[in-house]
């Protein structure tokens, strides 16, 4: 057993032995060494594995082969859009036009690649009903700092510095209140209805002059739709607040709302969730921000214009002086922003709003599938995603959410989201999105049933899952707190996971 797991096999540094080596260089010049100035020199080597390229290229493959992607199977992470990314997008990110372009080209080289952010952003804000958009930020949590630090530039410009609050329901994405915070506001959490839904009359007694903006989800976290939003809005603007959207959950709404034209004054796009980049372990992915009037003048710079002659430029360093200014090096990570659009233009308008209504329709079909076999605390129609929750099942057999999670890996499936939101007890929250089939969805609601029935009859079996994975139970506290990302020798009770 090592480190890492006894299916892992030993570690490169295990492996290494001295003077075992990598592949020859052709033609090495032989005065190569004397070429690097003296003081330029290492005077003891780098401390790296020495291995053989087979060895070297077995490791890695084989480690690749342990890695659970939407590729191998399906992974109905909620919150997160694992949907299916279509290969052809990966053809069009790689294309050398795009792919090789060096970020410090000049315009008259870069027109291709501006045409497209510059149509990308129309797209986007076409399907968000905002008045422009800008693509820099780097994830969603990126735009939302953006976005609020747009907000923050207008109530200043306003000469209105009284405001210091920005609310959060209680439901939201700790992306949200985080983002508040790093923009300088306090947060206020706004408690949920019964329903699931904002509590408006908490909500109201929040708002007032000192409420620089309102940060909603919707469809919110629970996968349910706002059906107040309206009144949410209305009241918003009456105080002289701002709404910012946090348009995580696009996914579900395309052709069916648009957020700008319901009175956002701002929203952030997931473009890795809802236009399939492949994401997650930490990206790439893009937040591009779209904003309504009020908060036109202070996108960041440098923004892709098009010129009388049809031409696109990016704009000039101090040509905007409202701007907030740049939010991320270049034009922002430009391959995720390729694929968005290549899947937005193989989709078209009609396909985007079926992309939605198959997702909301998955989600509702699994939901009722699984009622009786889980609680369904919010029953009413869902969005792209549900709340199930194991707190009957924990107060019959003590099983908990984590074991049910953990099991499921036995059955060949990422598990869902769990323990979040946590408003809700022992939740687990389900996204099968769009591109699931009905055996795939079918075969999960029977691993659940099994799980369920398993719980029982053999609640053993589910405290010490999983039992197929190269890994056991982790100690994932520990394991984020403190993490120890360095190799060195372990033995017996040392290791992550003793024997
Ligand atoms: C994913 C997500 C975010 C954060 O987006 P990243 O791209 O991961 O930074 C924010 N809010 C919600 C609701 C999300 O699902």
Not at 71 to 78: A, N
Not at 313 to 332: H, K, M, N, W, Y
Request: proline letters at 8%.
């Amino acid at each position: 057993m090592t480190a890492a797991g006894d299916r892992l096999g030993p570690t490169l540094f295990e492996r290494s032995r001295p003077g075992r080596g990598g592949g020859k260089i052709p033609h090495a010049p032989k005065d190569a060494l004397s070429r690097i100035p003296a003081d330029q020199l290492r005077t003891d080597g780098p401390h790296l594995p020495e291995v053989a390229e087979p060895e070297l290229t077995r490791h890695y493959v084989n480690l690749s082969q342990l890695n659970y992607a939407v590729d191998t199977g399906f992974y109905p992470l909620g919150s997160c859009t694992m949907k299916w990314n279509p290969k052809v997008n990966e053809w069009a990110a790689r294309l050398n036009g795009f792919a090789s372009l060096h970020p410090f080209a000049p315009d008259e080289l870069a027109q291709g690649t501006l045409a497209l952010l510059w149509e990308l952003e129309q797209a986007l804000a076409e399907i968000g009903g905002m008045r422009a958009v800008t693509l820099q930020p780097a994830a969603g949590a990126q735009g939302e700092l953006t976005g609020i630090l747009m907000v923050r530039a207008y109530h200043r410009s306003r000469g209105d510095l009284g405001r210091t609050e920005v609310l959060v329901p209680d439901s939201a994405h700790g992306t949200n209140p985080a983002t508040a915070t790093m923009a300088g506001f306090k947060t206020v959490s706004i408690p949920s209805a019964a329903d699931g839904g904002v509590d408006l009359v908490a909500f109201r007694a929040a708002l007032g002059p000192q409420t620089a903006a309102v940060m909603i989800t919707n469809p919110s976290t629970l996968g349910l739709f706002e059906s107040r939003i309206g009144e949410l809005l209305e009241a918003v603007h009456a105080v002289g607040a701002l709404a910012y959207m946090d348009g995580a959950n696009l996914n579900a709404i395309m052709g069916r709302f648009k957020p700008g034209e319901a009175g956002f004054d701002v929203m952030h796009i997931n473009v890795h969730k809802t236009f399939s980049t492949p994401h997650g372990g930490g990206g790439p992915g893009a937040g591009p921000v779209g904003v309504g009037e009020r908060l036109l003048p202070f996108l960041p710079s440098p923004r892709v214009l098009r010129e009388p002659d049809g031409s696109f430029r990016l704009e000039r360093s101090g040509e905007r002086p409202t701007s907030i200014g740049r939010v991320r090096s270049f034009a922002g990570n430009a391959g995720v922003l390729v694929r968005a659009y290549a899947y937005i233009r193989a989709q078209g308008a009609a396909g985007l709003r079926e992309v939605s209504d198959d997702a909301v329709l998955a989600a509702n079909y699994l939901m009722t599938r699984l009622t009786g076999t889980l609680d369904i605390p919010f029953s009413r129609h869902c969005m792209h995603e549900f709340v199930a929750s194991a707190a009957t099942l924990k107060a019959q057999t003590g099983i908990r959410t984590i074991d049910i999670a953990k099991r499921l890996i036995d059955y060949g499936f990422h598990p869902p989201t769990i323990y979040f939101p946590l408003t809700v007890e022992e939740a687990l929250l389900i996204e099968p999105t769009e591109t699931e089939s009905l055996e795939t969805l079918e075969e999960f609601v029977a691993a659940l049933r099994s799980i369920v029935e398993e719980a029982r009859t053999d609640p053993d079996l589910l405290r010490s899952a999983p039992h197929s994975s190269p890994v056991r139970r982790l100690d994932e506290t520990t394991a984020a707190r403190q993490p120890n990302l360095r190799w060195k020798g372990m033995t017996g009770d040392q290791t992550p996971c003793p024997d």
